[in-house]
């Protein structure tokens, strides 16, 4: 136990970086994966950009909330005795930052990924729920 409790930053960004790799070796194939019919691809791509459409409005609310918590943060930090340091609201903007990438990128395999889905159950079941 004692190890673990004094490992627990080694740990975690390895756990971290396993895990990038696996959902990159998983989303690659996933992508190597059969792209149906031209109809299909074009209603994959309809949804594909109503996805980004979403995704772009969605940021720009999304960046008007966190510029706000981002400033009072900031504020806070100047505050004597808060106990906030301005590494906190820089944090803040890294993580919303990091959160923000997550869900496009999330977002683009999950589309890409359902007309693979489609294609491969067009064969058969079992292969849709392989690719699913």
């Known amino acids: 136990m004692e190890f673990i409790i004094q490992n627990a930053s080694w740990l975690a960004l390895m756990a971290a970086l396993v895990g990038l790799a ?3 070796f998983t989303a690659n194939w996933i992508l190597q994966q059969d792209t149906g019919t031209d109809r299909m691809r ?3 791509g309809a949804i594909q950009r109503g996805a980004q459409a979403f995704l772009r409005r969605e940021y ?3 960046a008007i909330v966190v510029a706000g918590v981002f400033i009072l943060l900031l504020v806070l930090s100047i505050i004597p005795h808060s106990g906030m340091s301005p590494y906190t609201a820089v944090a803040y903007l890294l993580g919303a930052l990091a959160s923000a990438v997550a869900g496009y990128v999330g977002m683009s395999i999950a589309v890409r990924s359902n007309l693979r889905t489609t294609a491969a ?6 292969q849709g ?3 699913a």
């Open 121 to 126: 159950a067009q064969k058969s079941l079992n």
């Open 42 to 44: 074009y209603i994959a």
């Open 60 to 62: 720009r609310y999304v």
């Open 129 to 131: 729920l392989r690719v």
């Open 22 to 24: 696996f959902s990159a």
